[in-house]
């Protein structure tokens, strides 16, 4: 069914480290740190539980979007921090964000740092797994060279994303021309809840597509390339 990342690699044990110290040496990893302290963080030694590098290829609303994608998944002992770095040319986009796991043991409370503040976005229920699999299909290439130029290419998507999504894409949904239904998992649920705010507001409404990337963050664990990709079309407009 074809990958939004076309090319990547898991991340062995020495550059997972060195991507790790890097995070730590930046200023929202020690916000958010700060943050989970004060919320009750039982400890601050942090592991990367897997770290990644691809490249992504798709397309919307006729724009091609290339770009790098990593992401890497922080443990610490109740809390995992999330980290994603998007780089297309000279630009760059980075995300940190944390699931922190209550003392009670019965609550998870979501916090992510946006223009250099920790905010608390969500609180649910724990439901017994803190670790997040990862549910999609990421190749992972040994030979994979990150720093190697990723020239524009045919999309390998422009209408449904692929991965059997069914409302994620440009043209994907009850009122597209392919897909519909129902969704096949949590981000397409989001992606259908995306198009009838869209539907209901006028396209590129900047709150509809802030509740996108608001529904589609607890599964980012699950679906990294998956969010990322949907975090790096719409977060610029996202209000």
Known sequence: M??????????????????????????PYKLILDKL????LKNNSAESVVAYNGKVVNSFEGNEHVFKLTFA??????????????EAGEEKLESFSADLLHTNGSLITTFVVEDQEVKEVLTTEYDGQLDQMIEEELPDNPNYDHDEELLSI?????????????????????KGSKGGGTPINPIDTCCRSH???WERYGRWDCQCDRNLINCARPHRGKYPAAY????????????
């Open 2 to 27: 074809g990958q939004t990342v076309v090319d990547g690699s898991f991340l062995d044990k020495f550059h997972k480290q060195k991507l790790l110290n890097r995070i730590k040496e930046q200023k």
């Open 73 to 86: 998944h922080l443990k610490l002992e109740n809390a995992l921090v999330y980290y994603h770095l998007v």
């Open 228 to 239: 990322a990709t949907i975090w790096a079309v719409f977060a610029y407009n996202a209000c």
């Open 154 to 174: 045919q999309a390998p998507w422009d209408i449904c994303m692929p991965g059997g999504y069914r409302h994620c894409g440009s043209d994907c949904g009850d």
């Open 195 to 197: 198009d009838r705010c």
């Open 37 to 40: 302290s004060e919320a009750g």
